[in-house]
């Protein structure tokens, strides 16, 4: 069976060769690096609002800090806040900030951070961090330097949260680095951030590190970096995998991220076979994912996964694996066919399960994959773009903290028609619950219930990939999938 797609195979040739016309190449230099983002959508790049793309975020933590941030390893660490501190009971989270400006010169306040986090928290009830901004209860400037944040409920990775890039702070436009704006004329272009005062200008124009970002489809962005024209290329996923090869970048400088999260196939919609629990778990049985994971070049460490939550967050003693967890592929085919069988015999044809998926040479190789095993039992699927009317759509999503609850809620009524209200119930009692142990049990139980609904098929851990070639300063791989700009450079956050 071929699973390339013609299409996009034919592009890369074609882009690889325009990109190599245009451009010579530079020579390297660790102090000025080029990085490009490659986006599916709008190449927009806006570091303002809630709802930013990859590239817009990557912006914004270069020129906006928030109270703390994420190093190029995916650790917390200090950016506005200089320490800070727990309660036992940990709803009150105090921070004590450092003596510095925003890049127009004016002092940073508590009172004036405080007041942007409230102004912050509320724009983030519209964004992907909409669950876990409705925690927080309270912001409070208690001195000069120093900010208080209540929540209503224990939030055990509530710094990983405020290390988001969204939480970034803007005062009236202006953003306190670690990065500042030097054009925007070509390509964005970043360089050091200096508190304005006359001392520092000699400084600042001895400075010469820069950073580059743009953004563009993948094609265009491998082909600029097998060019020389780009050092660094990231946010590349399970679907741009096809265009590494046929570009022939070196394994040695594919940088696969071990981030956590969900990938696989969610329902958004569950009409006649596919309404009923027991036949979405024909679909879970169905998928062969060792061999649709190896269906993809040169990603041999991709992990596959029959469970919701990862194994490193579960809880001793619930088991949240699927029944049929236990049986051999050749079993779980056996047991599928019987099941169609005798449901066609009652209830007549079923129709093809409709997935939708971006147009693009590895989504042509998940969704074949998937048609070619459920046709081996009695079903079959079809491909629709991502704008039409489907049975359910891929789910790609990285967790931006270590916590069940954001795995959880993204399979809620909120997120998808196809839910189960009992599951949303208890997980609103596990939010109110403060002690963590009945959290996390309360937790565990409602993956127990949602694997029992099949409203989402676990396929994989996701994948996000990056380019760039061994030894590059600043650049490291990491769980969180994140790489900030300014330690490309040597720039530190505070």
Same mark, same amino acid.
């Given at each position: ?22 451009? /010579? ?7 000025? #690096? ?19 793309? %990859? ?12 109270? @703390? ?9 200090? !950016? ?52 876990? #901004?409705? =925690?927080?209860?309270? #912001?409070?400037?208690?001195? *000069?330097? @120093? ?22 702070? %803007? ?44 953004? =563009? ?14 050092? #660094? ?26 981030? !956590? ?50 194994? !490193? ?47 693009? !040479? ?50 809620? /009524?909120?997120?998808?028609?196809? /839910? ?16 963590? =142990? ?51 450079? *040597?720039?530190?956050?505070?």
């Amino acid at each position: 069976m071929n699973f390339r797609s013609t299409s996009w195979f034919k592009i890369l040739p074609a882009t690889l060769a325009v990109t190599l016309l245009g451009s /010579c190449g530079f020579a390297g230099d660790e102090d000025q #690096v080029r990085v490009t983002v490659i986006e599916d959508g709008s190449a927009r790049i806006n570091p303002v609002g809630t709802r930013l793309n %990859f590239v817009s975020s990557t912006m914004r933590a270069a020129i906006a800090k928030g109270l @703390v941030g994420l190093d190029e390893q995916g650790r917390v660490v200090p !950016a506005l806040a200089a320490r800070w501190i727990v309660s036992d009971d940990g709803l009150s989270y105090i921070f004590r900030l450092f003596d510095a400006k925003w890049d127009d010169g004016r002092e940073i306040t508590a009172e004036r951070v405080a007041r942007l986090l409230r102004e912050r928290f509320s724009e983030l009830r519209n964004s992907r961090l909409q669950y876990d #901004v409705s =925690e927080v209860e309270e #912001v409070l400037s208690m001195t *000069g330097r @120093v900010i208080e944040i209540r929540l209503d409920s224990p939030h055990p990775n509530f710094l990983q949260l405020l290390a988001q890039p969204e939480m970034g702070l %803007f005062r009236a436009g202006h953003g306190a680095g670690p990065m500042r704006l030097l054009s925007e004329e070509d390509v964005i272009k970043l360089s050091r951030f200096d508190e304005p005062s006359e001392e520092e200008q000699d400084a600042e124009e001895e400075d010469d590190r820069w950073v580059s970002l743009r953004s =563009e489809p993948a094609a265009i962005a491998i082909a600029r970096y097998r060019a020389g024209a780009v050092q #660094v290329v990231l946010n590349g996923k399970y679907h741009h995998l096809p265009l590494i090869g046929a570009a022939g970048i070196s394994s040695g400088d594919i940088r696969l991220d071990p981030v !956590a999260g969900l990938f696989g196939l969610r329902f958004i919609r569950a009409e006649g076979f596919w309404a009923v629990p027991e036949n979405r778990e024909i679909l879970a049985m169905t998928i062969n994912r060792p061999a649709l994971l190896t269906s993809f070049p040169g990603v041999s460490a991709w992990q596959s996964r029959l469970k919701i939550i990862p194994e !490193a967050l579960d809880v001793d003693g619930i088991n949240t694996y699927p029944d049929w967890a236990s049986m051999t592929m050749q079993d779980r085919m056996a047991y599928a066919r019987n099941h169609v069988s005798r449901w066609k015999a009652s209830e007549g044809p079923v129709a093809p399960l409709a997935i939708a998926l971006p147009d693009a !040479a590895g989504a042509d190789i998940l969704f074949k994959r998937i048609q070619s095993d459920l046709r081996r039992v009695g079903l079959n699927a079809r491909k629709v773009e991502l704008n039409q009317a489907a049975d359910v759509q891929l789910l790609d999503e990285i967790a931006p903290y270590d916590s069940p609850q954001w795995f959880l809620k993204q399979l809620t /009524c909120m997120a998808t028609p196809v /839910c189960l209200n009992d599951a949303d119930t208890q997980i609103t009692e596990a939010e109110a619950a403060t002690n963590l =142990e009945i959290k996390a049990r309360l937790y565990a139980e409602v993956e127990n219930m949602l694997v029992d609904h099949y409203n989402f098929i676990p396929i994989a851990v996701p994948i996000r990939w990056s380019i760039a070639r061994q030894g590059q300063r600043g650049f490291a791989v990491n769980p969180r999938g994140w790489h900030p700009l300014n330690p490309l450079v *040597g720039i530190p956050i505070s």
